[in-house]
């Protein structure tokens, strides 16, 4: 039987399909399917006997004989601590965000900085010509790195001019989704290219001991363009994050084989580039005010860092048959479960109400230590009272009610404390506690309520009924 001249590739999952079809059958995505050429089977297959003459594979043991290779520093210590320490040479890295976030200027101040301190560095565009480049070098304060610049698409020319530089340190590639190689009978940013292209990428950085970073472009979900295999080919993927109406970007790493994966580095968007943000906390905070309903400050952790971040939160009367519940910056299903158990725990009815949430400043919280903020902020915003001046908040919500205790307590309260604040709602834990800093250690989710509305609870003037 003939081999079919093409497939029907989704471009989101990558899945093979001999006929086109409207929505891909596996991610469920919508005019997601387009058709690509056939690949060329291996004459012989895995089962080919080894060629005459040809190197067989040779083992080591784990200790080895040579010292791994130092890692080499970039110009900003927030980009080399969500890569572990700085990048590692002969590592692949890929990083994604959403389109005019700040990937190319955060990506050519790195190859600046690196270039400055010695070290051989290239960067390649395939979305801009080379004169912009150099206005954004020159405005970056960059104009004099000894950065080689090339706008090209074509993967063999690439490669080809990266042979003839010699001795390359870093390469920085932007984007994958534009580049192409020759031999795949495929448009720029399909499955097939955008597979062949980084899997070339990454050879060629294994095999050279260079350090390779990939630019992607980000779907409407905001993950990372194309198939899933280019984040395993890689050995290190971050999310350049951010809203654009805020100042302040994240970088945040989801994948490291030679570091954490938990790590954030905070930037702030000026004229000049990407300045690093020494304090995210007060960053995050701002200017608040104390004395508001439905506001509360959680102290949080991401990675080894403790950060204090402003969570809002607005109860108001509902003109609909479903109240709306609008989450920005935390999961929604997890807003549902905090308010069912206020509901089913605590006896404060929401099913009348619109419930609004937003982490101040635009900052994405999936820790559930932030449950208990959460909560006192809803029974805030409910009952119009304001949580106690100078506190943090912090804890985990169980479907029982309970409180449960969360790791790294003694860092989020010396961060608290060193911002200024003296009093604590948590969970009761063994631990040390910071000299003059008053803790309130709670076991039940009913005990801050308690603390915050005792006497609007039994009363209820202005705020929700409660269950009998």
Not at 12 to 22: E, I
Not at 138 to 159: H, K, N, W
Not at 447 to 463: F, N, Y
């Amino acid at each position: 039987m003939a081999r079919p001249a093409e497939y029907w590739v989704c471009q989101v999952c990558g899945t093979a399909a001999r006929k086109w079809s409207g929505r891909c059958e596996n991610c469920g995505g919508w005019n997601t399917v387009v058709a690509e050429a056939a690949a060329t089977p291996i004459p012989g297959g895995l089962s080919a006997p080894r060629r005459r003459g040809a190197a067989g594979i040779s083992f080591t043991n784990l200790k080895g004989v040579e010292a791994p290779p130092p890692r080499r520093p970039s110009s900003l210590e927030e980009f080399d601590r969500v890569t572990g320490g700085g990048l590692v040479p002969g590592s692949a890295l890929l990083v994604g965000g959403d389109p005019g976030i700040g990937k190319s200027t955060l990506l050519l101040q790195v190859a600046g900085g690196m270039a400055l301190s010695g070290l051989a560095c290239a960067y390649v565009t395939g979305e801009e010509a080379v004169d912009q480049i150099r206005l954004r070098a020159g405005r970056l304060g960059f104009a004099e790195a000894p950065v080689e610049l090339a706008a090209e698409t074509a993967l063999g020319e690439i490669l080809a001019a990266l042979d003839s530089l010699g001795h390359l340190d870093l390469l920085v590639v932007d984007s994958i989704q534009t580049l192409y190689a020759e031999g795949i009978e495929a448009a720029p940013g399909t499955v097939s290219q955008v597979r062949a292209v980084a899997a070339e990428l990454v050879r060629y950085a294994k095999r050279r001991g260079v350090i390779v970073i990939l630019v992607g472009h980000v779907t409407k979900d905001g993950q990372i363009a194309g198939p899933r295999v280019i984040e395993h080919l890689v050995d290190t993927v971050l999310y350049f994050e951010g809203e654009r109406s805020h100042q302040f970007r994240i970088l945040r790493g989801v994948k490291n084989r030679f570091g954490p994966t938990d790590e954030i580095g905070v930037f702030e968007m000026t004229g000049r580039g990407l300045a690093q943000v020494a304090n995210p906390s007060g960053l995050f905070l701002g200017r608040r005010d104390p004395d508001v309903s439905g506001s509360v400050v959680f102290a949080g952790i991401e990675g080894t860092r403790p950060l204090l971040v402003e969570i809002q939160a607005l109860v108001a009367p509902s003109s609909l048959g479903t109240p709306r519940r609008a989450t920005v910056g935390w999961d929604g299903g997890r807003l549902a479960m905090i308010l069912a158990v206020l509901e089913t725990r605590c006896g404060i009815v929401f099913g009348l109400r619109d419930v609004y949430l937003n982490v101040a400043g635009g900052l994405r919280i999936s820790e559930p230590a932030a449950d208990l903020a959460v909560a006192a902020a809803l029974v805030s915003a409910a009952f119009d009272r304001p949580v106690p001046p100078n506190t943090v908040i912090f804890g985990e919500i169980g479907l029982t009610g309970e409180v449960r205790a969360v790791p790294h307590r003694e860092l989020r309260l010396k961060e608290a404390q060193k911002l200024g604040f003296e009093a604590a709602l948590m969970p009761a834990a063994n631990g040390s506690r910071p000299e003059g800093f008053h803790v309130r250690e709670v076991t039940r989710l009913a005990e801050l309520v308690a603390s915050l509305v005792g006497d609007a609870l039994e009363a209820g003037p202005g705020g929700p009924h409660r269950n009998h």
